[in-house]
């Protein structure tokens, strides 16, 4: 659990900056509300996530046998994500791009279940 929790807190903080707001493919505000509600695998440093996000903004996410929750949600062009125990409640936002099938935002890639 340990080891999840600093990967995404890396991911969250530290990686946000890693796409530029004019980086090619970048989703809009419309196609990244678009991409929810949903069930995804996120890859956030080797770690694999489930992540469900429902319509109202409610972010759940299963590692292992842990569970954490959250709030998703979309801000200037890019996809923010809050989660109480692995984030520390902090929130981190990213832009977001599309490429062969899989989602990029900071240091974490995502895809549809």
């Not at 695998?41 to 590692?63: D, E, M, S």
């Not at 409640?89 to 240091?107: H, I, Q």
Request: one cysteine or more; proline letters at 1%.
């Amino acid at each position: 659990m340990t080891r999840l929790m600093t990967l995404l807190a890396t991911a969250g903080m530290g990686g946000v900056l890693w796409v530029s707001a004019a980086a090619a493919g970048e989703l809009s505000t419309r196609q990244l509300r678009g991409l929810f509600p949903g069930k995804f695998h996120a890859v956030v440093r080797g770690a694999t996530v489930q992540f469900t996000a429902r319509r109202n903004g409610r972010l759940i996410g299963h590692y292992n046998s842990a569970t954490d929750q959250g709030r998703w949600s979309v801000s200037k062009g890019r996809l923010c994500i809050v989660l109480d125990t692995w984030m520390d409640g902090k929130m981190a936002c990213s832009t977001v791009t599309e490429k062969d099938g899989w989602y990029r935002a900071a240091d974490v890639r995502f895809g549809r279940i």
